[in-house]
């Protein structure tokens, strides 16, 4: 057990959060006249008729009792977010001295890493993957200081679309002197298992979930941590005091009622990237398509910025990656339905021709 404590900036430790009306009173009552609410109502109403007229639940214990019983995590070891973005932030905040500490990445990787350290003011250390993607560990072994707050592990990793060593994960989250970010937006659609099973051995690691992919509410902005209770408890002292949204709240609750579409599209999405790949394979220009454990698929191709603007001109959209380290010459192209697949497809054998 590392001492968690000790980590978290001075300023943070010692301050006293903000107490809202629905911290200072908790429990029901028949008139609320403690929050300066519209008392009359809201001129538009929730899907459940509910005005939304009143602060939402700061905490909001239904929604984590809810994620609690799925995920197999209890509620205090939960955090809810405005996006996975949100955590990542609260994180920078709670951990990392500007102007002094740093975090470690592992590029090619998720760019808001990186941009929520130009933003908080703290450097970035990064040690690329290794051309197969995986993990460089020795390198990242010698890189460990006190000074290195955060590392960031994306699995599977965007935009590479493969998962880590899970031996090589659970090295590292042992070696770190600091918390280990393990950033799993796809996970859904991953063959390996979640690092969420490792929660109750290391105090200092954090999984990120999120329902923008498989979930598919990506317009909600609902991000879930998950984390040792230390770690939880601050997130929640310094997040803004009604972070997620009443909306938000009940839709997702909704959407946790409706695991038979999300397992269904997962099915679906695997599927249909299997048969991607293999239509990928057929076109002529495409040299190499990466393994993928994610919601989409690495192509490496010849001339990739000519074959991205010709899809643009016929109104496809995939992402340039030509340009990043390691994916030189790369494509990022999502999973679409069957038919967005057919198209994307049509469309470049019309380059080829
Ligand atoms: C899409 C994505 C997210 C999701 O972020 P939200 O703010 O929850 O929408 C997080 N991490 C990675 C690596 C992603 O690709």
């Not at 301050?15 to 609320?32: I, M, Q």
């Not at 809810?66 to 955590?87: H, T, Y």
Request: aromatic letters at 8%.
């Amino acid at each position: 057990m590392k001492d968690i404590e000790a980590l978290v900036r001075t300023n943070i430790q010692q301050l006293k959060p903000y107490s809202s009306a629905r911290d200072e009173f908790k429990g029901e009552a028949s008139v609320y006249l403690d929050a300066n609410e519209n008392s009359f109502g809201s001129p538009v109403t929730l899907p459940d008729g509910e005005g939304l007229n009143r602060y939402p639940d700061p905490l909001q214990q239904k929604l984590k009792e809810k994620i609690s019983s799925i995920k197999g995590v209890p509620p205090q070891n939960i955090f809810l977010g405005n996006g996975s973005d949100e955590a990542i932030d609260l994180l920078f905040r709670i951990f990392c001295e500007p102007g002094k500490d740093a975090v470690i990445i592992c590029p090619p990787t998720y760019g808001m890493y990186e941009v929520s350290a130009n933003i908080n003011n703290v450097s970035v250390i990064n040690i690329s993957l290794l051309p197969s993607f995986d993990l460089d560990v020795e390198k990242l072994l010698e890189t460990f200081s006190p000074s290195a707050k955060l590392l960031f592990i994306c699995s599977p990793n965007n935009p590479t679309a493969n998962s880590f060593h899970a031996d090589d994960v659970e090295l590292l989250i042992h070696k770190f002197p600091g918390i280990v970010v393990i950033d799993e937006a796809y996970i859904n659609y991953s063959k390996q298992k979640s690092a969420i099973r490792w929660l109750t051995e290391y105090d200092n690691l954090v999984v990120l979930q999120t329902f923008s992919k498989a979930w598919g509410m990506a317009a909600l902005r609902l991000g879930m941590a998950f984390a040792s209770e230390t770690i939880i408890d601050y997130f929640n002292k310094v997040k803004p005091p009604y972070n997620v949204n009443e909306a938000t709240q009940q839709l997702a609750l909704a959407a946790l009622d409706n695991m038979m579409w999300v397992n269904e599209h997962i099915r679906k999405t695997v599927a249909l990237r299997e048969e991607l790949i293999r239509q990928l394979q057929l076109v002529s220009f495409v040299e190499k398509i990466y393994p993928s454990d994610a919601n989409f698929i690495l192509a490496k191709m010849k001339d990739p910025s000519a074959v991205y603007t010709h899809l643009a001109a016929h109104g496809i959209i995939v992402r340039n990656r030509s340009k990043v380290q390691l994916c030189e010459g790369c494509l990022r192209i999502t999973v679409g339905t069957a038919a967005e697949n057919e198209a994307l497809i049509t469309t470049l054998k019309i380059y080829q021709a």
